[in-house]
């Protein structure tokens, strides 16, 4: 009898020395950063502690968005390719050589995913979002990765993107931004400009029409908003070409905002390309009168004098 009841005592004893060994999330938390910093995302032993983090705190949206990190690094592959274009998904050539014949031969490193290991990350940042519906970091995260992933083909990244305006402007959710506990919507449109100016630099026709649709989705919501109506004028003069839709949509601009640098520049651009000195002779004295730079007042003073 004593000795059953000393075993059990002992037992008692393991397990309470066991719940006490347990770590914190914290403390979880601190090794995940130290080891990354050591051995990257997807590094030795990073796994494992990520499997023991799992066990204790299932519902961590930090050990979430540790596994998104782990098997969205583990999913990606980069070589080096051989492409006859000056850029590929916005970028220059890591390097630039010429053949025989004096022809450019350009070297792009391209990075391609997984489609499995890419799945099952984004399994785990989607829990994490559900967790923290509110926070923009993760949704930004998830919609980097898609275009990432996409190229040239931005559908999911697109469509992740319209959600995101929608759930804004029907939620009016409390925004938090990687610490940050509140953010304006300020934040949030530059945010959304941020997309557009990546798949404007990606370029290609898929990337230019998901670059307008966003914009023209933002103007539902906020039909003044001149960073969505400058795009949309970039859009009729980068994309088509048509120089008299893209002077109506940065006129409009101008209209609620007579400062804008970018309408003016760009009328101006148009107007050089175009040999339309009467126009570039007009939108020349409006940076003149409304830069804050000086040296560009100074640039417009100059071109003035010229023409």
């Given at each position: 009898?004593?000795?059953?009841?000393?075993?059990?005592?002992?037992?008692?004893?393991?397990?309470?020395?066991?719940?006490?060994?347990?770590?914190?999330?914290?403390?979880?938390?601190?090794?995940?950063?130290?080891?990354?910093?050591?051995?990257?995302?997807?590094?030795?032993?990073?796994?494992?502690?990520?499997?023991?983090?799992?066990?204790?705190?299932?519902?961590?949206?930090?050990?979430?968005?540790?596994?998104?990190?782990?098997?969205?690094?583990?999913?990606?592959?980069?070589?080096?390719?051989?492409?006859?274009?000056?850029?590929?998904?916005?970028?220059?050539?890591?390097?630039?050589?010429?053949?025989?014949?004096?022809?450019?031969?350009?070297?792009?490193?391209?990075?391609?995913?997984?489609?499995?290991?890419?799945?099952?990350?984004?399994?785990y940042l989607d829990k994490a979002i559900v967790?923290?519906?509110?926070?923009?970091?993760?949704?930004?995260?998830?919609?980097?990765?898609?275009?990432?992933?996409?190229?040239?083909?931005?559908?999911?990244?697109?469509?992740?993107?319209?959600?995101?305006?929608?759930?804004?402007?029907?939620?009016?959710?409390?925004?938090?931004?990687?610490?940050?506990?509140?953010?304006?919507?300020?934040?949030?449109?530059?945010?959304?400009?941020?997309?557009?100016?990546?798949?404007?630099?990606?370029?290609?026709?898929?990337?230019?029409?998901?670059?307008?649709?966003?914009?023209?989705?933002?103007?539902?919501?906020?039909?003044?908003?001149?960073?969505?109506?400058?795009?949309?004028?970039?859009?009729?003069?980068?994309?088509?070409?048509?120089?008299?839709?893209?002077?109506?949509?940065?006129?409009?601009?101008?209209?609620?905002?007579?400062?804008?640098?970018?309408?003016?520049?760009?009328?101006?651009?148009?107007?050089?390309?175009?040999?339309?000195?009467?126009?570039?002779?007009?939108?020349?004295?409006?940076?003149?009168?409304?830069?804050?730079?000086?040296?560009?007042?100074?640039?417009?003073?100059?071109?003035?004098?010229?023409?």
């Amino acid at each position: 009898m004593m000795k059953k009841f000393f075993v059990t005592i002992v037992m008692t004893l393991v397990s309470l020395t066991s719940l006490m060994a347990q770590e914190t999330e914290e403390e979880f938390l601190q090794r995940y950063n130290l080891l990354v910093g050591r051995m990257g995302y997807a590094g030795v032993g990073v796994e494992t502690l990520l499997d023991k983090w799992e066990r204790a705190y299932p519902e961590s949206v930090d050990m979430m968005s540790g596994k998104f990190m782990f098997y969205l690094n583990k999913s990606a592959s980069a070589e080096v390719k051989v492409m006859s274009e000056s850029k590929y998904m916005g970028q220059k050539p890591v390097l630039s050589l010429k053949d025989s014949l004096g022809n450019p031969v350009n070297y792009f490193q391209v990075t391609t995913y997984d489609d499995e290991l890419f799945g099952k990350a984004l399994t785990y940042l989607d829990k994490a979002i559900v967790s923290r519906p509110d926070a923009l970091d993760l949704r930004h995260v998830k919609i980097s990765s898609y275009i990432s992933y996409e190229g040239k083909s931005p559908d999911l990244a697109t469509a992740e993107i319209i959600s995101l305006i929608d759930y804004n402007a029907s939620q009016n959710p409390s925004w938090s931004y990687a610490g940050r506990e509140k953010v304006d919507k300020e934040f949030f449109d530059a945010s959304i400009q941020d997309f557009c100016f990546n798949l404007f630099k990606i370029g290609g026709e898929k990337c230019m029409e998901a670059f307008k649709v966003i914009s023209e989705r933002m103007l539902v919501y906020d039909a003044k908003n001149v960073l969505f109506l400058d795009n949309i004028g970039s859009y009729y003069l980068v994309a088509l070409n048509d120089n008299k839709k893209a002077l109506k949509f940065y006129k409009k601009v101008l209209k609620i905002k007579k400062d804008d640098m970018t309408a003016l520049q760009n009328i101006i651009l148009m107007a050089r390309n175009s040999k339309d000195v009467k126009l570039e002779k007009k939108y020349l004295k409006e940076i003149v009168k409304y830069s804050p730079d000086e040296t560009e007042k100074q640039s417009a003073l100059i071109r003035l004098k010229s023409l």
